[in-house]
């Protein structure tokens, strides 16, 4: 069984969908397939539902900036105040895409893997209360090298 | 005869010189190469000289705010409304390096082959008329998984 | 022993920091570990004591406006005019955890070697006399090639 891990650094919402794309797909054509979300990637898996208290101020602040899942992504090019990122939602939904929220579900109905690696998670504010229950573990640097060392493509998006 | 798989997934003309350096020099040790354009980096294969009537207004919109090919694109960082890139090209041009278009030509002769991807076009708009000959084909996320199985460096740029 | 090449191509903040944590993990747990600092990447190894001459005019508006050491560092999101990237240094602090330029350090001391690569160098106007002494070599594309082909995991950062 091939098996591919993809590291979803990112938040811009073009990146996310490449990434949901490819890592569908592998699981579709049977290959074992893990995706870590880290630093801005840990935005796509943020679950809007889940609010969690927090005390300090900066965590706070850098919270209310990060978007709360995936679908306030936006696009790392063209975004122009929103009518970028629009224009290609639209595009998608005309050509009955999914959303990138429904590609995240699909992916793990494919058997996706789901990691949120924990440094990053601290640097950033970010608990494991407010991710989606879709994420199976929380992960560290050393998990994340077992994991890509015996794989047969590794991706870093 | 080892092979490289390089995602072009940016239309950064940073990027753009990385990846056909890379490319290049590879096949010119003997490597197979396939380049994959992808979301903005489509951009980078588009033909200025074909221009293609887009009936639908998003298409036409999305289609006049990105790029038309290699010599249109400008830096990640310090663009500086057009000053940074400049500077950047004529150095380059100084030391006798080929533009980002010539090092395009020069990677399809030393045998890279150039695939675009055919999501990514629908979602951008992008058509298969538009792009330059140099484009070998036009694959799905299953033809770039099949390619990367084997391949002994996968890059994503 | 496992091998880990990783091009650290960008000179934001966070993919330092993401660049450095794998590195140093990986070489703690065994692996030989190379970092390519290329293009904006090779701010990171500028040694700020170290000021080089310039003739050319491009050359010092170059090195002018790219940071000088990982110390000068920006987060690519959320930088909010210096804001965003001191709220991140303050909770790294607070989290005992090291800054880019001790991770670096640390890096080094974990066995890491650090490569320059010679070409961007060139394009940027950057000197091997104002890189950091850590740097262990400046290297061609070629040179990259060697190492990344052998290699258990190859990121580009």
């Given at each position: 069984m091939p098996k591919l891990t993809l590291v979803?650094?990112?938040?811009?919402l073009d990146r996310a969908i490449a990434g949901f794309l490819i890592a569908s797909r592998a699981a579709v054509e049977g290959w074992e397939v893990v995706m870590f979300f880290t630093f801005w990637g840990l935005a796509i898996v943020r679950d809007p539902k889940k609010r969690v208290k927090k005390e300090e101020r900066n965590e706070r602040m850098v919270a209310s900036m990060?978007?709360?899942?995936?679908?306030e992504l936006t696009l790392s090019h063209m975004h122009m105040l929103g009518l970028g990122t629009s224009m290609v939602k639209k595009r998608m939904s005309a050509k009955k895409m999914l959303s990138v929220a429904e590609m995240m579900k699909e992916a793990k109905e494919f058997g996706v893997r789901f990691v949120a690696c924990a440094l990053p998670m601290e640097i950033l504010g970010?608990?494991?209360?407010?991710?989606?229950?879709?994420?199976?573990e929380i992960c560290s640097v050393g998990d994340y090298l077992r994991e890509a060392k015996g794989a047969d493509l590794n991706l870093f998006i």
């Open positions: 979803a650094f990112s938040d811009d990060l978007p709360r899942g995936a679908d970010i608990r494991r209360e407010e991710l989606i229950d879709e994420i199976d």
